[in-house]
Nanobody, 120 residues
Framework: VQLQASGGGLVQAGDSLTLSCAASDHIVSDWAMAWFRQAPGKDREFVAAVTYTGRDTYYSDAVKGRFTISRDNAKITSYLQMNSLKPEDTAVYYC??????????????WGQGTQVTVSS
């Protein structure tokens, strides 16, 4: 299964952006999904996760209240709505099959990420 993240870009602080994660197979509808990000010179970090039903969501403290994760299983696509963006949100964002761990080294497959750059 391939996961393709898209929707990144260059925005100003305070702007909003929505990322998409399109899957290549409907089996993803049975998976919990997550977004991680990696800023230059930093380790990859957990951002948000959503259960396979979409009913339960989880967020890092850094994005709680600003970001919203969701999914559309009919489209086998997950989303990350990012509001009130800050320069520290600048990173490459990746979507993954979530296994419950916030530890990035637990994951083998990352797919292609999408760059988000927030200018001050």
């Amino acid at each position: 299964v391939q996961l393709q993240a898209s929707g990144g870009g260059l925005v100003q602080a305070g702007d909003s952006l929505t990322l998409s994660c399109a899957a290549s197979d409907h089996i993803v509808s049975d998976w919990a999904m997550a977004w991680f990000r990696q800023a230059p010179g930093k380790d990859r970090e957990f951002v948000a996760a959503v259960t396979y039903t979409g009913r339960d969501t989880y967020y890092s403290d850094a994005v709680k209240g600003r970001f919203t994760i969701s999914r559309d299983n009919a489209k086998i696509t997950s989303y990350l709505q990012m509001n009130s963006l800050k320069p520290e949100d600048t990173a490459v964002y990746y979507c993954v099959k979530f296994d419950g761990s916030h530890y990035p080294y637990n994951y083998d497959y990352w797919g292609q990420g999408t760059q988000v750059t927030v200018s001050s």
